[in-house]
């Protein structure tokens, strides 16, 4: 095959725009064409040899794949179930309400983004998704978290609008229980890099934290997308989706193929992002995904994003380090604050960003 006649996926990847040759025939690469699927009935066990188990196989996924399922996690389904109603009941609120909130008055990026607003893919006409987000926030009350110089300003926007009265418990009742599931995956991750149980405990202690409620109406068009090919700037996510009878989520191989991601109900989505490849010297996959909702359905999902506390340094692990490289340590929220910038066409820094040029 000539140059001209390869053919590419473009996408973002830590920022920065790559492509993927797709491979087929001979030239084809060993990858996967599925997700693997664990129990994670395991993280709750009280025997070390049963947190290992379930640990090996969160590794052998962390590095052949970069995404797993998450089945049998303990988060109650009735939650989840809420949760979802909940999203339906906001997005479906009249748009003057959801624009009390709209995110460009926010100096974190956080409260309501319309449609088309975010555009990671230049080569369409944007995503075609609204969305929420909230986060860590130590002068919410519903977070126990120490207010220094750095938080004490409010980072969080919630509607205020009685039709909205519901919406701030239903979404902390949802953050609380990924939060806390969360920190449990935390300690599977150290056991997977042989590493003790509580080796990132110390730099996680006021984490970095996203929930990223987003509707998706259907697509009619193949040249849109839902949100743009592109790889996480966190630590690790976890999304629940609603049922759809289509895929939307899509995660690239190796070869360049699009492998589809069923929604399966009450079920996590797991995947590596950024820091945790960085950290293992890309040994596990931060691995590019997208949404396209070609289904003719309406679709719901609500990632949560993990990251280690904001003024924490991290750098890449001993064990994966190569003899004579020098290795330096990084910020985390200076790293995401960059990622941030460079990420998305819409701004990020609120009405003085945009000023700046930021977006």
């Keep these: 095959m000539s140059t001209t006649e390869e053919a590419w996926v473009q996408y973002h990847d830590g920022g920065i725009p790559g492509r993927r040759q797709i491979l087929t025939g001979a030239a084809a690469k060993t990858t996967f064409n599925k997700l693997p699927k664990i ?182 068009s193949e040249s849109d997308v839902g949100i743009g090919a592109h790889t996480d700037f966190c630590w690790f996510t976890l999304v629940c989706q609603s049922h759809t009878e289509q895929p939307a989520l899509e995660v690239l191989n190796a070869n360049g193929i699009w492998i589809p991601v069923h929604p399966e109900p009450h079920t996590f989505v797991v995947n590596i992002a950024d820091f945790l490849k960085l950290v293992t010297g890309s040994t596990w996959q931060s691995t590019v995904h997208r949404v396209r909702n070609m289904g003719g359905e309406e679709r719901y999902s609500i990632p949560f994003f993990f990251s280690p506390n904001e003024d924490a340094k991290v750098s890449v692990l001993k064990q994966f380090r190569k003899e004579g490289e020098v290795y330096e340590e990084f910020g985390v929220g200076e790293y995401f604050q960059k990622r941030l910038d460079i990420d998305r066409t819409t701004h990020l820094d609120g009405a003085e960003g945009k000023k700046k040029g930021s977006h």
């Design 39 to 220: 129990d994670f009935r395991r993280i709750y066990s009280d025997k070390v040899s049963d947190r290992q188990s379930l640990a090996k196989e969160v590794g052998a996924a962390c590095r052949n794949v970069g995404f797993f399922y998450a089945v049998h996690h303990g988060v109650d389904e009735s939650l989840l179930d809420g949760t979802f109603d909940a999203m339906k009941r906001f997005f479906d609120l009249p748009k003057e309400v959801k624009m009390e909130v709209h995110n460009q008055k926010s100096p974190k990026f956080r409260g309501y983004e319309g449609f088309l607003e975010g555009k990671l893919d230049p080569s369409t006409r944007g995503d075609l998704k609204e969305g929420f987000l909230m986060g860590e926030d130590a002068t919410d009350p519903e977070q126990d978290l120490p207010i220094t110089l750095s938080t004490a300003d409010p980072r969080n926007q919630w509607p205020i609008h009685p039709l909205a009265g519901f919406w701030r418990p239903a979404i902390y009742r949802y953050y609380n229980a990924m939060y806390t599931f969360s920190k449990r995956l935390l300690r599977i991750f150290a056991l997977a890099l042989d590493l003790p149980e509580t080796a990132f405990d110390a730099i996680t202690t006021h984490p970095m934290t996203n929930v990223r409620a987003v509707h998706y109406p259907p697509q009619e």
